[in-house]
Each structure stands twice: as structure tokens, then as C-alpha cells.
């Protein structure tokens, strides 16, 4: 959650005319990972696309971030 509000605040107060797309989305990316000390882990993305890896003490995993927008 706390990754998707990140992200969340940062393509509502883009507001410079340089940065948005034609749907007024920002037209750059930014990429949130988060652990607390009990190991639940999660990541968020301005646009799909993103992977990150983890290892949850038994195996390696590649994993796709939530987004708020989807490309293409």
C-alpha cells in the first residue's frame, strides 16, 4: 500500500506539461520496493513492466510490481 500511495502521489502532482503524456499521465516511470522487519515484502510502479526479485529463504522468485497504469 505504502508504495502504491507513493506512487500514487507522484502522478497527481505532476503537473509540468513536459512530464505528461497526451492522457495527462506522467510520461516517465518510478519503481517503489518495500520490506518491514517481518519480511512481507511488496513493489509498485507508475507503469506496468516492472519485475523485482526476491528470496524468501527458500528459493529465489521474479516477480511483477502492481502498476497504476498499463502501457500499450
Same mark, same amino acid.
Given at each position: 500500500? *505504502?508504495?502504491?500511495?507513493?506512487?500514487? %502521489?507522484i502522478?497527481?502532482?505532476?503537473?509540468?506539461? %513536459?512530464?505528461l503524456n497526451k492522457q495527462g499521465r506522467p510520461s516517465?516511470?518510478?519503481n517503489f520496493y518495500a520490506v518491514n522487519? %517481518?519480511?512481507?515484502?511488496?513493489a509498485c510502479s507508475i507503469w506496468s513492466? *516492472?519485475?523485482y526479485a526476491i528470496h524468501d529463504g527458500k528459493e529465489n522468485r521474479l516477480l511483477q510490481a502492481k502498476s497504476l497504469?498499463? %502501457?500499450g
Open positions: 500500500d *505504502a508504495c502504491r500511495k507513493a506512487c500514487e %502521489r502522478a497527481t502532482q505532476t503537473i509540468e506539461k %513536459r512530464l516517465f516511470n518510478v522487519k %517481518r519480511g512481507e515484502f511488496g513492466g *516492472a519485475t497504469f498499463q %502501457r
